[in-house]
Nanobody
Framework: QVQLVESGGGLVQAGGSLRLSCVAS????????MGWFRQAPGKEREFAAV???????????DYADSVKGRFTIFRNNAKNTVYLQMNSLKPEDTAVYYC??????????????????WGQGTQVTVSS
């Protein structure tokens, strides 16, 4: 079993930055794929960022077009933590952000159904 706990959400003005953290516990972390999704009120959960692991020390990232160039996903294997650095935030980034883990991390995964474990979510609110 894997447990994921997110933190770092909050209220920020447009143009500001936040860093979300997701700590994984319970199983080996470095071999798994990790992703961040978000869900705004009244909308479906959507993909934001993903890491895939090729088996070495390098992880590769991909992003939704809506966040590309502003968000960065990265991880610290020693701390079993994945981060989402969010810069130049916009009001439309307001959502609950979820981290997710999938057992096989050697390919990109963009659909929520491809992930095996989820955190409880952390609220991000961007004011205009």
């Amino acid at each position: 079993q894997v447990q994921l706990v997110e933190s770092g959400g909050g209220l920020v003005q447009a143009g500001g930055s936040l860093r979300l953290s997701c700590v994984a516990s319970g199983r080996t972390f470095s071999s798994y794929g990790m992703g961040w999704f978000r869900q705004a009120p009244g909308k479906e959960r959507e993909f934001a960022a993903v890491l895939k692991w090729s088996g070495g020390n390098t992880a590769y990232a991909d992003y939704a077009d809506s966040v590309k160039g502003r968000f960065t996903i990265f991880r610290n294997n020693a701390k079993n933590t994945v981060y989402l650095q969010m810069n130049s935030l916009k009001p439309e980034d307001t959502a609950v952000y979820y981290c997710a883990l999938r057992q096989w991390g050697d390919t990109y995964a963009y659909r929520a159904s491809e992930y095996d474990y989820w955190g409880q979510g952390t609220q991000v609110t961007v004011s205009s």
